[in-house]
Structure formats: C-alpha cells, structure tokens
C-alpha cells in the first residue's frame, strides 16, 4: 500500500518513543553552535523545518530565544513536543505542513533545517525548496542546513533521501546565498550506528 508522506510520519510519531528514532539528539549541539558561532540575536525570526520533537527549541528557549516557529509535516510530532514543553508551548508559532505546501506569511531570519532537505528526492522539489528559501530568509538572513552527506545512509525511516557534497549544496543555494562553511560530522544513533551528515552555513545576499 502507497501511504501519503503525511501518513507516513503521522505514523512514525505515533508509534516510536523518541529514542527509537535514528535522528533522536537530547542536545542538538551541533545546531546550537551555529546560533552562537553566528551571534543570532535574541529577537532573531527562526524557524525549525521538519523539526519534529528535536530538543532544539527547548534549547533555544532556554538561550531566552523569543520569535521561534516549528514545521512539521506531523500534527502527532508537533502535539508531542507541545506536551514535553508544557506552558513553553505558547512561547512558539507550531505550522502543520508539507514543507512544499508552506506559504508564509512572514520572512525569516534564520531558516533551520537538520530533517527534511534530505527527503527530497526529485529536481522539481528539490528546486521548489530553494525558491521557497530564497523567497523566505530576510536579507542578510541565514540558512543553516544539515542533510546527509555521501557517505551517510541511502534510506531514512525507510524512505529514499537524497544524499549532498559541499559543492552540490552550494550550487543548489549559490543563486540567492553565499556559503559561509560546511563540515561533516558523524551523529551516533540511538541503535549505536553512525549516520554521516553534512552541515552548511549560507547567508542571503
């Protein structure tokens, strides 16, 4: 049976604990280096693609972040992290959405994106992403963009990704951004197997 995307991750927030998911981090270090590194100012429009249940609003409302948005395609993964951040809750704008049915309504000062790029398989959404991005980061904005790198894995919760080097990522983005840095960095699973990402920092023309 072909079940939606949205059902699909309807599904794996309804059915997996969030240590029985490959992308579980309860500190997404790497993603708040990023804020500190580049100095985002508090009042600073972030917003959080594919976020999920990561911890990294719970981190940035700790850092006393206060203009924070979260996309999830999944009402169940957004209802959890609703639930685990309890009054917090109402510090954040929650969206419902495909990624490539979001229309905003605002732009952006930082577009953060650790979860969902690589779920893009084809060049039309894949290029659809990139003019959503490029028509939703304020200028001077950043994108900060995590994907699977060429050496991560082929699939994620059993779905095809799309895996990046530092060159294709800069030639999908170079139209609008300019790249500040890339790196790799390996993220240990909860199942104590290796996943390869890659990391980019872009910032609007």
């Not at 904005?141 to 080097?165: D, H």
Request: with cysteine.
């Amino acid at each position: 049976m072909n079940i939606s995307k949205k059902e699909h991750w309807q599904n794996v927030f309804a059915t997996k604990q969030e240590t029985e998911v490959s992308w579980y981090q309860s500190k997404p270090q790497t993603s708040i280096n990023f804020f500190i590194e580049n100095a985002i100012p508090k009042d600073a429009k972030v917003i959080d693609i594919g976020g999920g249940d990561s911890y990294l609003i719970d981190n940035l409302l700790e850092l006393e972040y206060t203009n924070l948005f979260l996309l999830d395609i999944s009402e169940n993964a957004i209802n959890r992290i609703k639930n685990r951040l309890g009054a917090n809750a109402e510090k954040v704008t929650f969206i419902v959405s495909d990624i490539l049915e979001f229309q905003p309504e605002t732009t952006f000062d930082v577009w953060h994106d650790r979860a969902s790029f690589h779920f893009l398989t084809t060049e039309k959404d894949i290029d659809n992403y990139q003019k959503l991005v490029s028509n939703s980061v304020s200028e001077n904005g950043f994108l900060f963009l995590g994907t699977f790198s060429e050496n991560g894995p082929l699939k994620c919760s059993g779905l095809e990704i799309t895996q990046y080097s530092e060159s294709k990522l800069e030639r999908i983005f170079a139209t609008d951004f300019t790249k500040l840095n890339c790196f790799t960095e390996n993220h240990p699973t909860p199942f104590n197997t290796i996943q390869n990402f890659i990391f980019c920092t872009f910032k609007k023309n």
